[in-house]
Structure formats: structure tokens, C-alpha cells
């Protein structure tokens, strides 16, 4: 690869293999968990059609991801639906999962619509226990035990998840996981459910769980996370915690997901893979097109600037990085744009200089003077900057403006409608 000669002819430094950066914890091989079609369907106003989603999963396995999460199915008959459709796939790569709260019912649907996996969650902060579960620590043991037992009794995956672990005391962590893990759970997940944590105290927690948690089960249980964006930190949070141990890690592409979303699979895959030497299993030039084809179906746009995967992420503008890239692509790009399905774009404005106008000129057999060339890079950047900025303003509200209603979920004169059909009565002042 490209990269890997810069670094041994001595024209850049790698600082991240160096061993004094690298964590003694980090593991050999990672799994990717992705969660798209779970909590990245639950991106406020997106929803999927069932074969939107089968597509999403056939391309997720083929590019290698390892564990799908393709539905809840304890919520509805089209939740079943989704989930036996594609456990009936017969899929290569991936095992796919569907998850379910801790009680019996939903671990019967997961199990009854072909799940193979099944993460069974329960909260265990005290803030969720006291205000949302309404129930004693001991009873959650006691209802752990049994959830895992029953669905292990019937030969599936079991992976525990304690939601808002992140907000939980260590001691109870631990006290739970080892519940989950004498009862037969197969993996532990770690979930920042509301990206509280920062990347030293994801390390600390995942470190301290890890040691009490395998010293005291004498089993070197897998661990899994599960990390929020709400401060901007899923995927250093992601990292830290693999930095730690963690094998497992959940991702949803372009990073949907609930609120900010969950840790993007294009950051977490690619920081791995290149800034870890980490191999996923990953067919990384598949990228792209997963985010677009999740992107159309969730009808939401992908952030302009998103690392990777952002219509600006190989993109430039600016003369001199430019004339940079021309002489040397890897001046000012990180990777090869193809080995994540995308090409080097150049776009022409205020900042275009000569290079791109000469490059341009000699790819269809154009000549021209220096004093011509001069004045063509004049010309561009006039043009650009005479647009009219006012014009530009109204067309991007107006855009704002349709994106806002396509994705916006059911109206509020709807729901009053849905409200006067069913009870007959008109809604008074709130
Ligand atoms: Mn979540």
C-alpha cells in the first residue's frame, strides 16, 4: 500500500506503531457488531422498509461485517418479519442478531423469528432502576439469571447488555456481569448509552471491569461497548475501550443512531485497520456505498464533513494543498481515497490556483500560456466570488426547509387527527 512505502522509504513518521503508544490490551482480532438497523433506525424520523433493510444486511455481510443487529422483535409484527426474512438469508459472513429486554417474551420472539444471537438488556444505573424499572438490585439479579438461562436453553448467543453502564458503580457492573456470565451469557456489553464517558475514563472502566471481572469469574469472558456521540467521542471512546480489551465493538454506518448516533462503522473500521494495524475482516472499499444506500433509504443526508464517508472527505479546494496532492496524493489525504470506495474530488472556486487549471488544460489537450493560465485561475475565483450570496442563502433555506419535512415523522395536525378519530374529541388549549 501506498502508505506503507512513504513509511519505509523515510518520507513520513508513524507515530501510532510505535510500542510505547500502543496499549499491552489491545486484541489481535476485532468483531465488528454493526447496529444500523436497530438504534440507526431509530435516528428520529427514518424509517426502513423490510427490504431496505434486507439489502442493508446482504451488503453488510458481504463486505464482512461479523454481528448484524437487524431488529427488535418484541416490538411489532413487522420487527418479527424483518428478522426471520433475514435469518433466512442463509448468510455468510455475519450472524445476526435481535435483541430483547429481559424478560421472557421477548427472548421467546427473538428466538422464535431465527435469531442466532440474542443480546439480552436490562439498565443498572440507579438513576433507571429507581425512575424506570421501579425495582431492587436483587430482583435484577434474579431476572438476569433467568432471562440468560432460559434463552441459553435453547442453544442461541447470548450477549448482556447493562444499559447506562457508563452511569453505573463498578462494583455493581461487575456483580451483574458475573451473574450473566455463571448463568452462560457469551459476551458482556459495555453501553455508554448516553455518551457520558470520555476516552481515559472509558479505559478506566473497561480496565477495572475486565481484571474484577475475569479474576473473579476465572473466565476470560469477551467484552463488547456500545458508545454514544452525544459529545462528539463515540469512536475515541470506541478505540479506548478496545484499547482496553474490548473484542466487540458496535457501530452503526455514518454514525445513525439515537440523539448524536453511536460510533460511526467507517471511523472505528478505518482508525483500526490504519491507525492500529488491526485487521477487521472488512472489505473497506464496500464503505461508500453502504453509507449512501443507508443514507438514501433513511432518506437523511450524510454530514458534508464527515470524516470518511462526508461528501467533503477527499475533497479540496485550497491552491496549495491542490498543487500538493497533484505532485503527491498523500501530501494532504490520510488514505487513498479508493480503499474506501471514494475518488479525490478538486473542487474550483475562490481557492483554486494555476496547478489544478494547468492539470485540467493537459487531461483534454488544451495549451496555453502562463499569462492565459493566469487568467483563467483570475476568472475562476471572480466567478465564484460573484455568485450571489443572497440567492444562495434562500435556495439553502428552502432546501432546509423540504429536508425538514421529508424527514419529519408523523405531523402535528396528524396526530391531533389520529387523536379526534379515536376518542372523538377535540383537543383543548395544553
Ligand atoms: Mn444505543
Redesign the pocket.
Same mark, same amino acid.
Given at each position: 500500500m501506498l502508505l506503507d512505502e512513504l513509511e519505509s522509504e523515510g518520507l513520513i513518521v508513524n507515530f501510532n506503531k510505535l510500542p510505547e503508544t500502543l496499549s499491552k490490551h489491545l486484541p489481535k482480532e476485532v468483531l465488528i457488531w454493526d $447496529?444500523t438497523l436497530r438504534?440507526g433506525e431509530?435516528t428520529p424520523g427514518t424509517t426502513l422498509l423490510i427490504d431496505e433493510k434486507i439489502e442493508i444486511a446482504k451488503m453488510m455481510d458481504d463486505m464482512g461485517v461479523h454481528i448484524i443487529d437487524v431488529g427488535f422483535p418484541a416490538v411489532s409484527e413487522s420487527e418479527r418479519e424483518v428478522v426471520r426474512r433475514i435469518a433466512a438469508e442463509g448468510f455468510t459472513n455475519a450472524s445476526i442478531c435481535a435483541p430483547a429486554r429481559a424478560i421472557r417474551s421477548d427472548i421467546d420472539a427473538s428466538i422464535q423469528a431465527g435469531a442466532e444471537e440474542v443480546p439480552i438488556f436490562i439498565a443498572t444505573s440507579s438513576l433507571h432502576l429507581k425512575y424506570k424499572l421501579k425495582k431492587n438490585w436483587q430482583e435484577i439479579s434474579e431476572i438476569v439469571t433467568d432471562c440468560i438461562e432460559y434463552a441459553k436453553s435453547h442453544g442461541v448467543i447470548v450477549n448482556f447488555v447493562t444499559e447506562d453502564t457508563s452511569r453505573t458503580s463498578i462494583a455493581n457492573t461487575v456483580d451483574i456481569f458475573k451473574t450473566a456470565a455463571e448463568a452462560g451469557a457469551d459476551r458482556v456489553v459495555i453501553?455508554d448509552?448516553v455518551g457520558f464517558l470520555r476516552p481515559e475514563s472509558m479505559r478506566y472502566l473497561v480496565s477495572q471491569v475486565r481484571d474484577r471481572l475475569w479474576k473473579e469469574t476465572k473466565r476470560k469472558i469477551p467484552l463488547s461497548v !456500545?458508545c !454514544?456521540n452525544d459529545f462528539g467521542l463515540a469512536t475515541a471512546n470506541t478505540l479506548a475501550a478496545i484499547e482496553e480489551g474490548v473484542v466487540a465493538p !458496535?457501530v452503526c454506518i455514518a454514525g445513525f443512531? $439515537?440523539r448524536a448516533g453511536?460510533a460511526p462503522l467507517e471511523e472505528v473500521v478505518m482508525a483500526l485497520e490504519i491507525l492500529y494495524n488491526i485487521k477487521t475482516g472488512i472489505d473497506t472499499t464496500k464503505i461508500q456505498e453502504l453509507a449512501d444506500l443507508t443514507s438514501q433509504y433513511f432518506a437523511i443526508l450524510l454530514p458534508i464533513h464527515k470524516a470518511i464517508t462526508g461528501e467533503n472527505a477527499f475533497s479540496h479546494e485550497a491552491g496549495i494543498h491542490v498543487h500538493g496532492i497533484l505532485s503527491h496524493r498523500l501530501c494532504y489525504e490520510p488514505i487513498p481515497a479508493e480503499s474506501v470506495g471514494r475518488q479525490t474530488e478538486f473542487y474550483m472556486g475562490k481557492g483554486t490556483g494555476s496547478g489544478l487549471v494547468r492539470t485540467k488544460l493537459q487531461q483534454v489537450g488544451i495549451e496555453a500560456t502562463e499569462e492565459q493560465v493566469h487568467q483563467i485561475v483570475l476568472q475562476v475565483k471572480e466567478t465564484h466570488q460573484l455568485r450571489n450570496k443572497r440567492e444562495m442563502l434562500l435556495q439553502l433555506q428552502r432546501a432546509q426547509e423540504l429536508l425538514r419535512e421529508t424527514r419529519l415523522g408523523l405531523k402535528e395536525d396528524e396526530f391531533w387527527g389520529i387523536v379526534r378519530a379515536v376518542t372523538g374529541q377535540q383537543p383543548g388549549k395544553p
Amino acid at each position: 500500500m501506498l502508505l506503507d512505502e512513504l513509511e519505509s522509504e523515510g518520507l513520513i513518521v508513524n507515530f501510532n506503531k510505535l510500542p510505547e503508544t500502543l496499549s499491552k490490551h489491545l486484541p489481535k482480532e476485532v468483531l465488528i457488531w454493526d $447496529e444500523t438497523l436497530r438504534d440507526g433506525e431509530q435516528t428520529p424520523g427514518t424509517t426502513l422498509l423490510i427490504d431496505e433493510k434486507i439489502e442493508i444486511a446482504k451488503m453488510m455481510d458481504d463486505m464482512g461485517v461479523h454481528i448484524i443487529d437487524v431488529g427488535f422483535p418484541a416490538v411489532s409484527e413487522s420487527e418479527r418479519e424483518v428478522v426471520r426474512r433475514i435469518a433466512a438469508e442463509g448468510f455468510t459472513n455475519a450472524s445476526i442478531c435481535a435483541p430483547a429486554r429481559a424478560i421472557r417474551s421477548d427472548i421467546d420472539a427473538s428466538i422464535q423469528a431465527g435469531a442466532e444471537e440474542v443480546p439480552i438488556f436490562i439498565a443498572t444505573s440507579s438513576l433507571h432502576l429507581k425512575y424506570k424499572l421501579k425495582k431492587n438490585w436483587q430482583e435484577i439479579s434474579e431476572i438476569v439469571t433467568d432471562c440468560i438461562e432460559y434463552a441459553k436453553s435453547h442453544g442461541v448467543i447470548v450477549n448482556f447488555v447493562t444499559e447506562d453502564t457508563s452511569r453505573t458503580s463498578i462494583a455493581n457492573t461487575v456483580d451483574i456481569f458475573k451473574t450473566a456470565a455463571e448463568a452462560g451469557a457469551d459476551r458482556v456489553v459495555i453501553a455508554d448509552t448516553v455518551g457520558f464517558l470520555r476516552p481515559e475514563s472509558m479505559r478506566y472502566l473497561v480496565s477495572q471491569v475486565r481484571d474484577r471481572l475475569w479474576k473473579e469469574t476465572k473466565r476470560k469472558i469477551p467484552l463488547s461497548v !456500545h458508545c !454514544h456521540n452525544d459529545f462528539g467521542l463515540a469512536t475515541a471512546n470506541t478505540l479506548a475501550a478496545i484499547e482496553e480489551g474490548v473484542v466487540a465493538p !458496535h457501530v452503526c454506518i455514518a454514525g445513525f443512531g $439515537e440523539r448524536a448516533g453511536n460510533a460511526p462503522l467507517e471511523e472505528v473500521v478505518m482508525a483500526l485497520e490504519i491507525l492500529y494495524n488491526i485487521k477487521t475482516g472488512i472489505d473497506t472499499t464496500k464503505i461508500q456505498e453502504l453509507a449512501d444506500l443507508t443514507s438514501q433509504y433513511f432518506a437523511i443526508l450524510l454530514p458534508i464533513h464527515k470524516a470518511i464517508t462526508g461528501e467533503n472527505a477527499f475533497s479540496h479546494e485550497a491552491g496549495i494543498h491542490v498543487h500538493g496532492i497533484l505532485s503527491h496524493r498523500l501530501c494532504y489525504e490520510p488514505i487513498p481515497a479508493e480503499s474506501v470506495g471514494r475518488q479525490t474530488e478538486f473542487y474550483m472556486g475562490k481557492g483554486t490556483g494555476s496547478g489544478l487549471v494547468r492539470t485540467k488544460l493537459q487531461q483534454v489537450g488544451i495549451e496555453a500560456t502562463e499569462e492565459q493560465v493566469h487568467q483563467i485561475v483570475l476568472q475562476v475565483k471572480e466567478t465564484h466570488q460573484l455568485r450571489n450570496k443572497r440567492e444562495m442563502l434562500l435556495q439553502l433555506q428552502r432546501a432546509q426547509e423540504l429536508l425538514r419535512e421529508t424527514r419529519l415523522g408523523l405531523k402535528e395536525d396528524e396526530f391531533w387527527g389520529i387523536v379526534r378519530a379515536v376518542t372523538g374529541q377535540q383537543p383543548g388549549k395544553p
